[in-house]
């Protein structure tokens, strides 16, 4: 495991897809804080309100790293190599998935540094209350580790590489869109403001009930679908409201050892060509 673990961060080192992942997730964090610090005279920002943006964009990013870092090896016969010279499939896999989970922090890194270097002096300090930091990093973290479990999945087990980005990456945005769905429904009011015009005043306000607001175990079905997904999880993590912080973890550590475990029991059986 451990020759393995060295090939592939050398291989990482030098793979032109981790450093354009790396650079974008770096100008992403300096959009954000130019952002926040134009706005600042005008109105009331924070800088809690960036911190954890990357939840949202790592999926995609993991998506097209994991993709292209595991078709490389297949398209190079590298893993066909790894397996002749005597290696494991489970230490291959497991070392692929270790090193894609490392990659995706390290990208994590390049965003949360930034913010903090540059938004701390130009924004203000963080406000939010330190045991809410902590749960949504460590959440980040599973949640980080979740995606690339699913990518690695798909990646060790189809050989072809295009296919393997198409696939990963168009799930990556179709299951971000729909988290984003949930997530609208479930943030719809549960009333709203009707206008009503009168003789006696210009108008009257009555509070409506909204039929699109989710009420009982419909709701509650939507909510532990959007806790499960790791896109819903980003969503959440991105705004720092998250309802359930200290269960989306849970969810994230079981999606990495279901993924995981069928991951490695797909590979043991696939015919490496």
């Known amino acids: 495991m451990r020759k393995l673990l060295s090939a592939n961060f050398a291989r990482l080192k030098k793979s032109k897809v981790f450093w354009l992942c790396m650079g974008f997730m770096f100008f992403f964090a300096l959009f954000r804080v130019w952002n926040q610090y134009r706005d600042k005279a ?49 230490s291959v ?3 692929n998935l270790i090193t894609s989970i490392a990659a995706a922090l390290l990208m994590v890194a390049a965003y949360t540094l930034p913010i903090l270097a540059l938004g701390i002096p130009l924004i203000g300090s963080l406000t939010a209350p330190a045991p809410l930091i902590a749960a949504t990093a460590l959440g980040c973290i599973l949640m980080t580790a979740a995606f690339c479990s699913l990518c690695m999945l798909l990646g060790m087990n189809c050989q072809t590489k295009a296919t393997v980005a198409v ?24 009333y709203y403001s009707n206008y009503v015009i009168t003789e006696e005043s210009p108008s009257v306000t009555e509070e409506m009930p909204n039929p699109d607001y989710l009420r009982g175990t419909k709701r509650l079905v939507y909510e532990t679908i959007l806790d499960i997904l790791p896109t ?22 079981g999606i990495i050892l279901i993924s995981t ?13």
């Open 93 to 95: 896999y497991l070392s």
């Open 42 to 90: 005008e109105f009331s920002v924070s800088l809690n309100e960036s911190l954890f943006n990357h939840a949202i964009m790592i999926g995609i990013l993991c998506a097209v790293f994991v993709s292209l870092f595991v078709g490389t090896e297949y398209s190079d016969g590298t893993i066909r190599n790894k397996l002749v010279i005597g290696h494991s499939r489970t």
């Open 232 to 253: 819903g999880q980003g969503i959440q993590y991105a705004s720092m409201q998250g309802a359930h912080l200290w269960q989306m973890p849970l969810y994230s550590a």
């Open 261 to 273: 475990g069928a991951g490695i029991a797909i590979f043991r059986k696939k015919d490496i060509k």
């Open 167 to 190: 696939i990963t990456i168009l799930a990556s945005f179709v299951l971000l869109m729909a988290a984003s769905l949930i997530a609208a429904r479930l943030d719809a009011p549960e």
